[in-house]
């Protein structure tokens, strides 16, 4: 097996997507974030670019996304993260990177972090729980859903869970070991 040195993780977002880029040696992680007052297409045209760019910046391994599952209740966010994700998908898939989608339940129960966000004083507990448990610092709680996901693909990769049976046989698939 490979070592998976160069991917992309994404928990996409129309108004704030977490990005997390690991590049060899070097990690960064940010969050596209967008004020309300720019417009939906806008918003999907600037997504694309981004991505886009990104998509074509490097011999990328995989792109790892966010991946909301349809058995959820039918909700415009829903719809919306669906559209982004595709967007972002489309982006990669046209760079002829391999795709891993990452259901948030898994990344959830495999890292245990399950706390709620949206208020001020929510997502202050979200970022303190991740920075705590794996000695992270992130600015949103977008970029630590990036991270979660980084350690639920490298726990699967490493046999450490028993969790993510799919995600496991996608990436043994894929010949790589995260």
């Known amino acids: 097996m490979q070592k998976a040195t160069n991917f992309v993780i994404v928990d996409p977002s129309l108004r704030s997507s977490g990005v997390l880029v690991v590049n060899g040696i070097n990690v960064r992680h940010y969050a596209i974030q967008t004020p309300k ?8 045209g600037n997504l694309s ?12 391994d995989f792109l790892a996304i966010e991946n909301y599952t349809f058995k959820q209740p039918k909700s415009s966010a829903v719809t919306v993260q669906a559209e982004v994700g595709g967007i972002i998908r489309g982006c990669f ?9 990452i259901n948030c339940q898994t ?3 495999v890292t245990g972090i399950r706390l709620p966000k949206g208020t001020k004083a929510d997502n202050s507990n979200y970022i303190y729980a991740v920075a705590k448990k794996y000695d992270f610092i992130c ?5 630590c859903d990036t991270y979660l996901m980084w350690q639920t693909l490298k726990k699967i990769s490493d046999g450490s869970t028993d969790k ?12 790589i070991e995260i």
């Open 164 to 175: 993510g049976d799919e995600l496991r046989k996608q990436i043994r698939e894929m010949e």
């Open 107 to 109: 990344w959830k129960a």
């Open 139 to 143: 600015q949103t709680t977008d970029e």
């Open 37 to 44: 007052k720019v417009g939906r297409l806008e918003i999907l």
């Open 49 to 60: 670019k981004h991505f886009t760019e990104l998509a074509q910046s490097n011999n990328w």
């Open 93 to 101: 898939g046209a760079e002829g990177v391999p795709i891993i989608e």
